[in-house]
């Protein structure tokens, strides 16, 4: 029996051509020569990711892993329209989103449009192969997008996927021969997770007696997504030599709910570790008609196989972050002690811990690191520092921690310390709190002196002689600010407390400076000093210097931090501050009158006076950026953290690719500031339209946000650069009046010379190396003449950014 060539399955594959050939951005394909017979040319088709998350979807499909094949014409490869025939060979599971993702996997509407039973199946930490029949004979092994060797990769995952299959089949006595033969005869495609950390280690452990291929699902290789159930799957699996999947059924969403609930308090099922689960089950009809006006029904028929994810933190999240932070020390230059660590990464205790031991540990012996940063021995360090912690010595320094942590150490006085820069929003949550509970409060910024710091010490040291609490209103953002706060202090009995309000920058810097930005902005003259500069957004450049020189909070400067959030309103960082002064100052909670109050009057505060302005900064910064060198998309995102993770767990990216990366990351080489320059000045005068363009966004009082996809990662043996796909206003981010009008036009008019060239320079090999050798690497790739470049593709990155004239 030949597996059916539908006129649906074709149509589909049709549909895609035309739509990869109208949005190459949208749809994008690659052809493979089958292993098993050369001479048979397969397609992979590759969705963008970000455009999963549309209502409607612009795909005919929402599978996520499709293989076709085109038919010859000896083999009825023409219809009776003249047209070509296709065939789906390889159909993976349609792309699945977690509890809250989309609009249709939050719990009620899960409740009203999907029907029992619901199997959980466990999510394994591998990676996904997909196999299918070729010819009733031959099969197909592929990962989620390609198949065969990998250039620059001694084993690529379909491979060592393959080489796992033939394990199995051995195992029983089958052959592959009988394999193909029974996938052709059903027409189906199997789905396996690729478990083995011999070949590559992820998160969770794999024994040996679980290495190998976890057989989770059969699809129908058609274009409807129909899934076999868990029952037929575990039975092929103890017949054919496949690790079975573990699962459970339930019979409704509040079962679900409250059994993923109670695996998320510890993160283990089984008493093992986990991700989460991939629950399995089908779309059906509302039996309530008001369910169809509260709920959003997912983009399916009645009847169809529906899937959804339940994920866990921890303990999961928790050992992703020791794997981050060991690089991160393996990668740091000089001594472990100065290793900059992100504090989003420090909050657990064990953590902390952790952190010591292996710094004591790569000190000891980094020789036997040599090989984490490849994905090797990140378990077996894991495990090594658990059995560690089972011991007196570990257990003994993880209560140290705790008991610090929660120790109520007699203090006398407080000093409460911003740490923050320009924007974040400390004087108005000092001003809110002073009024509400009578404490001191001193600003830097009234001190007119040349020499301001020691005033400004000297006033919160008097301010204390007549207050319990005092808020240091300044930046702190340096260390020997707080330094200086702590010795000012240090003869006073009972010691005083310094009370940290962190406003942690672990946003990209961007974003910081974005949102700050506004703020000033926003503020307008209502500071001592910074104020908006509404022509040439020079108070902008003045946050940048503030986020270049920051140097973040460590462990030890500060008895006690309330943790703010830069993003956060000026209301919410109020009512933060206030819970956080509750709790550790003992103080009664004012009432939400008394709160709202005092936000008012913060929010209308105006400082009693105002430096003058300096006209010979204030002209120099006027003549620097009437020209700016550029205009470049400020771009916010991590590439360390988004373009790292990337990197370790796609599948088989070259050892070029990792080897330039880690060079880039140890030299420190990557770009701190990511932008994407749109217009040069070399350029003038053939593109001062666009000039002109960029100049009038950027002196627009609230420039639109642009949100941007970032598409392959390319390099050759002397730079990294990112490819920009996409762009287009970022609607969520526009206000009530503001219809983006402004940003449409300027994307609508954009020269496709210049969406060909747009990029990120992610770093150069050395000093000697210019930046705009991204840009030469970008153009080459994209025209099919890059000799020497290897790219990959970056699924589900994206960036916003704005349009800013720029000097560096």
């Known amino acids: 029996m030949t597996p059916p060539c539908s006129p649906e399955d074709s149509q589909l594959i049709a549909d895609l051509y035309m739509l990869s050939s109208k949005s190459p951005k949208l749809v994008r394909s690659s052809e493979y020569a089958a292993p098993s017979d050369p001479e048979v040319t397969v397609r992979s088709w590759k969705m963008n990711e970000f455009k999963y998350y549309d209502i409607p979807s612009p795909f005919p499909t929402l599978a996520r892993g499709l293989f076709s094949l085109k038919l010859s014409d000896k083999n009825d490869g023409v219809d009776g329209t003249g047209k070509a025939k296709h065939r789906i060979v390889v159909r993976g599971y349609d792309k699945f989103f977690n509890i809250g993702e989309v609009p249709w996997t939050n719990w009620k509407s899960l409740e009203a449009y999907t029907g029992s039973p619901y199997t959980l199946t466990l999510k394994s930490n591998g990676c996904i192969i997909f196999i299918a029949a070729l010819t009733p004979s031959k099969l197909l092994v592929t990962s989620k997008h390609s198949l065969g060797p990998v250039k620059g990769v001694t084993e690529s995952h379909s491979e060592a996927g393959h080489r796992w299959l033939r394990r199995h089949l051995a195992d029983k006595g089958k052959t592959e021969e009988q394999f193909a033969s029974t996938l052709w005869e059903k027409n189906w495609t199997a789905i396996a997770e690729l478990c083995d950390d011999s070949f590559e280690e992820h998160v969770?452990?794999?024994?040996?007696?679980?290495?190998?291929?976890?057989?989770?699902?059969?699809?129908?290789?058609?274009?409807?997504?129909?899934?076999?159930?868990?029952?037929?799957?575990?039975?092929?699996?103890?017949?054919?030599?496949?690790?079975?999947?573990?699962?459970?059924?339930?019979?409704?969403?509040?079962?679900?709910?409250?059994?993923?609930?109670?695996?998320?308090?510890?993160?283990?099922?089984?008493?093992?570790?986990?991700?989460?689960?991939?629950?399995?089950?089908?779309?059906?009809?509302?039996?309530?008609?008001?369910?169809?006006?509260?709920?959003?029904?997912?983009?399916?028929?009645?009847?169809?196989?529906?899937?959804?994810?339940?994920?866990?933190?921890?303990?999961?999240?928790?050992?992703?972050?020791?794997?981050?932070?060991?690089?991160?020390?393996?990668?740091?230059?000089?001594?472990?002690?100065?290793?900059?660590?992100?504090?989003?990464?420090?909050?657990?205790?064990?953590?902390?811990?952790?952190?010591?031991?292996?710094?004591?540990?790569?000190?000891?012996?980094?020789?036997?690191?040599?090989?984490?940063?490849?994905?090797?021995?990140?378990?077996?360090?894991?495990?090594?520092?658990?059995?560690?912690?089972?011991?007196?010595?570990?257990?003994?320094?993880?209560?140290?921690?705790?008991?610090?942590?929660?120790?109520?150490?007699?203090?006398?006085?407080?000093?409460?310390?911003?740490?923050?820069?320009?924007?974040?929003?400390?004087?108005?949550?000092?001003?809110?709190?002073?009024?509400?509970?009578?404490?001191?409060?001193?600003?830097?910024?009234?001190?007119?002196?040349?020499?301001?710091?020691?005033?400004?010490?000297?006033?919160?040291?008097?301010?204390?002689?007549?207050?319990?609490?005092?808020?240091?209103?300044?930046?702190?953002?340096?260390?020997?600010?707080?330094?200086?706060?702590?010795?000012?202090?240090?003869?006073?009995?009972?010691?005083?407390?310094?009370?940290?309000?962190?406003?942690?920058?672990?946003?990209?810097?961007?974003?910081?400076?974005?949102?700050?930005?506004?703020?000033?902005?926003?503020?307008?003259?209502?500071?001592?000093?910074?104020?908006?500069?509404?022509?040439?957004?020079?108070?902008?450049?003045?946050i940048w210097q503030f986020l270049k020189g920051y140097e973040e909070l460590s462990d030890n400067e500060m008895d006690v931090t309330i943790e703010m959030n830069v993003e956060e309103t000026p209301e919410q960082a109020i009512r933060r501050a206030v819970d956080g002064c509750v709790d550790i100052l003992g103080l009664e909670r004012p009432s939400e009158e008394k709160i709202s109050e005092a936000a008012q009057l913060a929010m209308g505060y105006v400082p009693r006076s105002k430096k003058p302005d300096d006209k010979k900064k204030k002209k120099k910064s006027d003549d620097d950026d009437a020209t700016p060198r550029y205009f470049g998309l400020l771009a916010e995102v991590d590439l360390v953290q988004s373009i790292g993770e990337k990197l370790r767990e796609a599948d088989d990216v070259p050892e070029s690719g990792k080897a330039l990366w880690e060079q880039l990351v140890s030299d420190k080489r990557v770009a701190g500031r990511p932008h994407v320059t749109i217009v040069h000045r070399n350029t003038l005068p053939a593109e001062y339209e666009l000039w002109e363009r960029c100049s009038a966004l950027h002196r627009t009082p609230a420039p639109p946000l642009f949100k941007f996809n970032l598409g392959h990662l390319v390099w050759n043996e002397r730079v990294m650069a990112i490819t920009v796909d996409d762009l287009e206003v970022d609607t969520d981010a526009l206000g009530h009046t503001d219809d983006g009008q402004e940003g449409h036009e300027f994307v609508s008019k954009l020269p496709e010379e210049v969406r060909g060239r747009m990029h990120i320079t992610v770093g150069t090999r050395d000093a000697n190396v210019l930046p705009i050798e991204g840009k030469s690497i970008v153009e080459a790739w994209r025209k099919n003449r890059g000799d020497g470049v290897e790219s990959m593709e970056l699924e589900g990155i994206h960036a916003k950014g704005r349009i800013k004239g720029l000097q560096y």
């Not at 986990?274 to 709920?295: C, K, M, Q, W, Y």
């Not at 009024?435 to 830097?444: D, E, M, P, V």
Request: charged share 30%; glycine share 6%.
């Open 204 to 542: 969770l452990p794999y024994s040996s007696d679980k290495s190998g291929l976890h057989l989770h699902g059969f699809n129908e290789t058609t274009k409807a997504f129909r899934t076999l159930p868990t029952t037929a799957v575990d039975a092929f699996a103890d017949e054919w030599g496949f690790i079975k999947t573990a699962s459970i059924e339930l019979q409704t969403i509040p079962e679900v709910k409250a059994f993923t609930d109670k695996i998320g308090e510890t993160g283990k099922w089984n008493d093992e570790a986990l991700e989460g689960f991939v629950v399995r089950t089908h779309i059906s009809v509302p039996t309530h008609a008001s369910d169809r006006n509260t709920t959003c029904p997912p983009p399916y028929p009645a009847g169809s196989s529906f899937f959804f994810k339940v994920k866990f933190d921890e303990p999961y999240m928790m050992y992703r972050d020791w794997r981050e932070i060991t690089k991160i020390l393996l990668n740091t230059k000089g001594s472990l002690q100065d290793a900059k660590l992100p504090r989003s990464k420090l909050k657990r205790p064990e953590t902390k811990v952790y952190i010591k031991w292996v710094k004591e540990e790569i000190s000891k012996n980094r020789g036997a690191f040599s090989e984490y940063t490849k994905g090797k021995g990140i378990i077996s360090t894991r495990e090594k520092f658990l059995r560690w912690l089972e011991d007196d010595g570990g257990k003994t320094d993880l209560s140290e921690i705790k008991e610090s942590a929660a120790s109520d150490k007699a203090f006398g006085k407080t000093i409460i310390v911003p740490i923050a820069i320009p924007g974040c929003g400390k004087t108005t949550v000092a001003v809110a709190l002073a009024h509400l509970f009578k404490f001191g409060h001193t600003q830097s910024d009234d001190v007119q002196a040349k020499k301001p710091a020691p005033i400004f010490i000297k006033n919160v040291v008097e301010l204390l002689k007549l207050h319990d609490v005092v808020i240091a209103d300044k930046n702190n953002h340096l260390v020997q600010h707080r330094e200086q706060l702590r010795e000012a202090v240090s003869h006073m009995d009972p010691p005083v407390r310094l009370l940290a309000l962190n406003w942690a920058l672990d946003e990209p810097p961007a974003t910081i400076q974005r949102i700050c930005g506004d703020r000033v902005f926003s503020r307008g003259d209502n500071h001592q000093s910074l104020r908006a500069d509404k022509i040439t957004k020079s108070h902008e450049d003045a």
